[in-house]
């Protein structure tokens, strides 16, 4: 064999207790498990042998929910996922994304999403459709590849940017023929399925009746849809009820992103969504969620506007944000009506921290909520928040501290739950969950707080995701399954990173290999480049 992993305590991903086991592994694949004590022969031998000592060995971690779109194509390293024992990252998310787009579509999908990415001037765009960016992924770096396994979601407020562009209103009879055609052109090519992002123009421009259509296309090639629904706030159990509800219609499997419930008015409202899923679980339903351990959530600056700001397109929002008066509606939306960009709920300047900017002249802002910037300037928060908008042209990352810590942990504990970072790695100052989602799972919540058993947990980040995917040879340590694997120590695995060292890599993780190659070892990122775009290989329901 090529690689012998002994005396590893193995949570293979079931849930169930671990165990003590030697794990072969050939030409990528577990080729052998050789269990402690059962007698099967002598154990297995290969050119290198590495001892566990006792460390945990899982199925590599899979991030449902990521924004490394970019991020994987500029950096070989990647360690800010690496290092956190992650294998797979679901790309795509939240609606908007760079393929399937034509030349103009791609343009204004650089601008519109700037703060989650960065412009991308780095990058050579030399792809239009979903195959083409998979494509790109396998032959990134020479050839070599990326430096984790990545999956993609069609984008559906990119698809709507190409087909109808920024309008707010709906799509005529042709134009929902061709939205139609890219999904199902994406989910040919190997996406996974469709996200949206419902609270972001122009994707929440449809309805209900145009998502309904776009899901019977993913559900005939068997993919799921992952919506960023419509509100986490005001109207939060109402938009979890709505996508439901629509999956239901359209026969489409469902996964919540960052299911969390947020602001004020849902403080102690988890048991409300988990008996919402659990009604529609034992009616049927085919659901799952992901969220992230922390209680503040991380998007853009110009994300906060109220909708119709933002019909036209990026240009179109800072005109209207350069004309007084109309900047002035727009701060009454925002402080007294509640946006819905802001989910419905007033915004409050305080819980809005600055987490990056994309010019450095703007730079004293980070790490500053807008109001502590607005008492420094002698100005009204409003102010400030305009100022930054208008002279960063949108590309303001924030932090927004409303989340409540009892509603993350019960919602972590739920029967279909998994793990996604919603890491966004642009910024001076980003969320820590870009570098520490998965870590701080195991060291926080399973080792300190005892919320979730080891077991359980690895089982949410591994065996779970990996069926949302319908993978079939991923997320559990078995013979003939691909050696996506990790070594940790349950005893001090943590994240490192905080709010004030966002960019600290974990501790306690020594090992990750992908198709059994090592790209972390000893605790060192290496410089193998073993990860390679992960396609859908369904067809069309009643196909042969």
């Known amino acids: 064999m090529d690689l012998v992993i002994r005396d590893a305590a193995v949570i293979d991903g079931t849930g169930t207790p671990s165990y003590r086991a030697d794990i072969g592994i050939a030409g990528g694949r577990i080729a052998e498990i050789h269990k402690e004590g059962e007698g099967h022969g002598p154990r297995p031998t290969a050119r290198r042998t590495l001892d566990a000592n006792g460390l945990a060995l899982s199925p590599g971690f899979v991030d449902m929910h990521a924004h490394s779109d970019l991020a994987l194509l500029r950096d070989p390293d990647h360690s800010a996922k690496a290092a956190q024992g992650v294998t797979l990252e679901v790309l795509g998310q ?14 204004e999908v650089r601008k519109a999403i700037t703060g989650w990415n960065g412009d991308g001037g780095d990058i050579d765009f030399d792809w239009r459709t979903v195959g083409e960016y998979l494509d790109r992924l396998d032959r990134n770096f020479g050839g070599e590849g990326i430096a984790v396994n990545a999956a993609y979601l069609i984008p559906q407020g990119t698809v709507r940017m190409y087909a109808v562009g920024w309008d707010d209103r709906p799509a005529t009879d042709a134009e929902l023929t061709r939205m139609k055609e890219l999904v199902a052109q994406g989910m040919a090519d190997g996406a996974v399925g469709m996200s949206s992002g419902l609270t972001y123009t122009p994707g929440m421009y449809a309805d209900d009746a145009e998502l309904t259509e776009l899901c019977r296309v993913v559900a005939r090639y068997d993919g799921y849809y992952c919506p960023h629904h419509r509100s986490y706030g005001a109207g ?14 359209a026969g489409c499997a469902l996964h919540l992103a960052h299911a969390t419930m947020n602001f004020g008015v849902n403080k102690g409202k988890a048991p409300d969504l988990l008996a919402l899923l659990d009604d529609a679980l034992a009616a049927g339903a085919d659901i799952s969620l992901d969220t992230y351990p922390y209680t503040p959530g991380c998007t853009t600056l110009v994300a906060m506007l109220p909708s119709w700001v933002s019909e036209g397109g990026p240009e179109a929002i800072l005109e209207r944000l350069a004309d007084d008066a109309t900047a002035e509606s727009v701060r009454h939306h925002l402080e007294v009506l509640g946006s819905d960009g802001c989910h419905g709920v007033p915004i409050e300047w305080d819980t809005i921290e600055i987490s990056g900017v994309s010019v450095p002249a703007l730079a004293d802002h980070v790490g500053r909520t807008v109001a502590e910037s607005a008492r420094l300037r002698g100005e009204a928060p409003w102010a400030t928040a305009r100022r930054l908008l208008l002279g960063d042209r949108l590309g303001s990352t924030i932090l927004q501290h409303v989340g409540h810590e009892e509603n993350v942990r019960q919602i972590m504990r739920h029967r279909v739950h998994t793990g996604g970072s919603d890491g966004i790695l642009q910024g001076d100052k980003p969320h820590p969950r870009a570098y520490g989602t998965f870590p701080q799972y195991l060291g926080r919540y399973v080792r300190e707080l005892g919320i979730l058993s080891l077991e359980e947990c690895v089982a949410h980040l591994t065996s779970r995701p990996a069926a949302r995917l319908r993978l079939p040879d991923r997320g559990y340590v078995r013979e003939g399954y691909r050696a996506d694997l990790i070594l940790f120590d349950p005893a001090t695995v943590a994240a490192g990173s905080t709010f004030e060292t966002p960019r600290t890599l974990p501790v306690g993780i020594p090992h990750v290999l992908i198709d059994g190659r090592f790209v972390i070892e000893d605790g060192r990122r290496t410089s193998v480049l073993a990860g390679r775009a992960v396609r859908s290989s369904r067809s069309v329901r009643g196909s042969r």
Not at 94 to 107: C, E, H, K, N, Q
Not at 236 to 249: H, I, K
Request: glycine letters at 8%; charged letters at 20%.
């Open 94 to 107: 939240d609606g908007l994304s760079y393929a399937p787009v034509d030349t103009r579509t791609l343009a």
């Open 236 to 249: 939060a159990l109402g938009a979890y009820e709505e996508m439901v509800q629509l999956t239901r219609n």
